[in-house]
């Protein structure tokens, strides 16, 4: 038989057994939470996370609930959960932990790391005159520090630091009590940890001094010229922290970097700042709030200040520290907080959440369902076999093949129950032709994996998106129609003796030296 035959019989059959699915096909309410759980727990009942009841599924729901938003052009709604849903996991806690944040969650602290670091060191007060001196030193100890470097703000951009000498450890004052633990990250009494209902402005752009390339060279004659190439950086990261401060954001979230002048000039006026955050991270916190990213510092606008969300939070999770922005009005970003007591079993939780959340993704965008053990593919086996009978040509044979086919799925539902094959998918045969004969409607009935017979599908509770059986289908007929449109194949490989590093001359055919992958000259 030519392919072009066998082509046109896949096609007729293509046609058949999409008409025979979306017979089966009932709508559903995507706002009723119960039918979408049914739905999502015949999805995941089978798997690890099934003996924590309707968890996974309740998190899959809120996760895609969240994320989707209507379409612009009137078609199915917009569910991108890969940008906007992340799923973080924490090793630590029970899986019943597990929830949905109405917000953004990142394992990042403030810029405030290193103002930490310089309010510890100027603490300590430096020497002076007025001191007395201390004890004598005793004979010298190993790893025995005697001075330690302090920076100004200036040092950690590249400006010019101060080394002041200190008394010996055991000469050294207490430093002052302080409202925060050493191990903090927020610099003390200087920016929040906290902010409630906080005003967000968000930024792609450093709030530092740019800094010169590797060919960029200064010629400088007097040390006043120094200190005013000095002074202009500072001017122009005080600019920027002015511009910003205009505003009256209580927390800034930049892609970039921070300098400590511009964290000083910040935390004076009262703003937290969070650097180095992910571009997606940044997206999904400008989706969440209601904000929008900023090229420039001095181009921010009010409208660009995020005001959706309801808690900033820096909290300390076993040995990091994450912020968090959650309890946002409305959200159209989230982030999946998995729990678990290893890293084995966050794998396994992130696996069946992700199976989840894409049959949640597939009934909000296409709020259709067909009913699963196998009965989709039994009446779309039935329609074509009765449709196979009807045609006299020779397209009947690849429709009858491609009907005989679809009965492999409850075949092997069948066979890994446990029950009698042969006998179950007679039966399940028997009902679906009785439907087709009779012309009493497309018949729902498939293979209960649980009891090992047949049974109503749509009525356990046992369904399926429909836009994944189209798919399935589609897929199938296009890729056996593809397979078959070729007529030969180039090979690439190499005949067998002949040498590498060049063209090889014309070689003569013997009759002995024929290559069944080679095409033969005629």
Known sequence: MHPTVIIRGYTLAAEAALDAVRSLAFDVDTADRASMLTVLNACIGTKFTSRFGPLLAELALDAVSIVATPSASGGPPDVDVKRYAKVEKLPGGDVSDCRVLKGVMFNKVGSWGRAFLLSFFLSFPAPSATRPPPPPIPPPRPFTPACVCAWTERDVEGGLGRLFFRPPPFARPPPPPSPLPAQDVVAPGRMARTIRRPRILLLDCPLEYKKGESQTSVELTREEDWAALLKAEEDWVKAQCEAIAALKPTLVVTEKGVSDLAVHHLAKAGIAAVRRVRKTDNNRIARATGATVVHRADEATEADIGTGAGLFEVVKIGDEFYSFIVNCDAPKACTVLLRGASKDVLNEVERNLADAVGVARNVVRCPRLVPGGGAPEMAASAALTALAASLPGPEAGPVAA????????????????????????????????????????????????????????KAAGVWEPLEVKEATLKTAMGCATLLLRIDDIVSGIRKKGSGGGGPSGPVADDGENVDSEQMLPE
Not at 418 to 435: C, M, P
């Open 402 to 457: 491609v009907g005989k086919a679809l009965e492999v799925i409850p075949r092997t539902l069948a066979s890994n129950c446990g029950a009698n094959v042969i006998r179950l998918l007679t039966e399940l045969r028997a009902k679906h032709a009785a439907g087709v004969a009779t012309g009493s409607g497309p018949c729902p009935y498939g293979i209960d994996g649980v009891a090992g017979s047949i049974a109503d599908a």
